[in-house]
Nanobody, 122 residues
Framework: VQLQASGGGLVQAGGFLRLSCAASGRTFRSYTVAWFRQAPGKEREFVAVIRWSGGSTYYADSVKGRFTISRDNAKNTVDLQMNSLKSEDTAVYYC????????????????WGQGTQVTVSS
């Protein structure tokens, strides 16, 4: 599985962005997919995760109510809709996938995209 994250950019606080993670491979539709982010000088942190069926999702407390993760298995994509953005959301965002794992720990995930930069100006 190869992952390609896109959709990052510069946005003002209170604005929105939609990130997309596109994957190759037919088996992607059976994978759990998560978004992580890493701000300068900080460790990578969990943002959101979705099961292969799309029926189960989980969010970090810091984004709950503002971000929404969704997937379209027909298109092999997982999106992260980010609303009401704050300056503290500034980071490089990564999508990650795993065939059997589920969780908030980055070590669960075997496959990673290259990251897309999100910058929120205050």
């Amino acid at each position: 599985v190869q992952l390609q994250a896109s959709g990052g950019g510069l946005v003002q606080a209170g604005g929105f962005l939609r990130l997309s993670c596109a994957a190759s491979g037919r088996t992607f539709r059976s994978y759990t997919v998560a978004w992580f982010r890493q701000a300068p000088g900080k460790e990578r942190e969990f943002v959101a995760v979705i099961r292969w069926s799309g029926g189960s999702t989980y969010y970090a407390d810091s984004v709950k109510g503002r971000f929404t993760i969704s997937r379209d298995n027909a298109k092999n994509t997982v999106d992260l809709q980010m609303n009401s953005l704050k300056s503290e959301d500034t980071a490089v965002y990564y999508c990650a996938a795993d065939a059997t794992g589920w969780g908030l720990n980055q070590w669960v995930y075997d496959y990673w995209g290259q990251g897309t930069q999100v910058t929120v100006s205050s």
